[in-house]
């Protein structure tokens, strides 16, 4: 990568989970996982 651009800017390191149907209808596990992960992760070092 360094060759062919010459530098490297910056990175992005991205993670997220996913559950699939109504909101409604999914494990409130799920639900936890979910907002556990996609909204209170660390999102920085």
Known sequence: MLERHGRLDGVVV???VVAFGPS???DPAVLEELVEVNALARSGW
């Open 14 to 16: 991205a993670a997220g």
């Open 24 to 26: 409604a209808e999914l």
